[in-house]
């Protein structure tokens, strides 16, 4: 049997004894138990805020239940409700604390370690915020000036009408490549993959010069429609071949919000970068039986590409070319 006692408004004490049904978010809870919560074993310590329930003898505050509320978002008028559903998985959470630690999985190395991780984001998280939180927003006259100096996204926005060829990396050998150079269409290339039967997926894709690397757009701009590019990524090649390319402007009322957006995250990330730098200026690094990284493998038939999501070639979400919610906003982003 498991005591929950209940503290009512005026401060008195309702016994309140309950069989606790295992739902399916106790798998969930106990994993963010784990990391998040601080389970050593010492004396339970009074906790700030009003309490508002106690289990076992450990108290949830009404400070935890609006922390709760506030990272979920809750509308004003969903607040009751609410409420009384996250009061009751705080409830299901300490239970689930209360019997971890009954079972020492506290001490267990991987918690521990999840303990720590989560111990210190959580703390250097608030100290960046409070860097952040004091730069200010990107006047009008920034993000003008940032609209006119990048007319590929905007003003001179173009649509590229793709052809895309995905093979396996593994069938892109010396021969494909040869091939590749010398055809004079994408359907010469798909004849000679069936000819020497290797698997394909052909598809058609419609981007704009948002949603792609500035270097990309500039090839693709410059090098002729017959002119097939080979992108690798993870274990797959994308070969590209373009159809057509149209006129698709974005107007400076329309790409203001996203390039605000866009210029905010960068001023937080130069603020973040700076203060990393001074930090480690004056800090004590050794880098113990450290491994170099593995270049990334990027690969064109005769000219050096940037790495492209094959998702972002491959799908034809946008056929109209119009712009959608966000596209800017990530070809921006994308080019940085």
Not at 64 to 70: G, P, T, V
Not at 258 to 268: A, C, P, V
Request: hydrophobic content about 40%.
């Amino acid at each position: 049997m498991i005591e929950i006692v209940i503290i009512n408004n005026k401060g008195e004490n309702t016994m309140a004894v309950a069989h606790i049904r295992m739902i399916s978010i106790i798998g969930v809870a106990l994993i963010t138990v784990f990391a998040l919560t601080a389970c050593d074993k010492e004396p339970k310590a009074k906790k700030s805020g009003q309490s508002i329930v106690s289990v076992n003898g450990s108290e949830i505050t009404m400070l935890q239940l609006n922390d709760e509320i506030r990272r979920s978002s809750i509308r004003a008028d969903q607040y009751e409700a609410a409420s009384e559903k996250l009061l009751e998985s705080l409830i299901a959470r300490q239970l689930i604390v209360d019997e971890a630690i009954r079972n020492k999985l506290d001490r267990s190395p991987e918690v521990m370690q999840a303990r720590e991780r989560a111990n210190a984001q959580v703390i250097a998280q608030a100290y960046l915020q409070g860097i952040i939180s004091k730069i200010a927003k990107p006047s009008k006259a920034e993000i003008e000036d940032y609209y006119r100096k990048n007319p590929e996204l905007f003003a001179q926005r173009k649509q590229f009408d793709l052809t895309t060829v995905r093979v396996a990396t593994k069938d892109v050998s010396e021969e494909l490549k040869k091939m590749i150079d010398g055809a004079k269409s994408v359907d010469e290339v798909v004849n000679w993959l069936d000819k020497n039967k290797i698997q394909y997926f052909r598809s058609l894709a419609t981007r704009s010069s948002a949603d792609l690397p500035l270097q990309l757009v500039s090839m693709l701009r410059e090098k002729s429609k017959d002119t097939i590019f080979i992108i690798n990524e993870q274990g797959k090649s994308v070969l590209i071949s373009v159809n057509a390319i149209k006129d698709n402007s974005v107007s400076e009322t329309a790409a203001a919000p996203q390039i605000e957006r866009f210029l905010i995250n960068q001023k937080h990330k130069e603020e973040t970068d700076a203060e990393i730098a001074r930090l480690r200026a004056s800090a004590k690094i050794e880098y113990l039986n450290a491994k170099e990284a593995p270049e990334p493998n990027i690969e064109k038939s005769g000219d050096q590409l940037p790495i492209i999501s094959l998702e972002t070639l491959d799908s034809n979400d946008n056929p109209s070319g119009a712009v959608s919610e966000g596209a800017i906003e990530r070809g921006i982003s994308g080019l940085k």
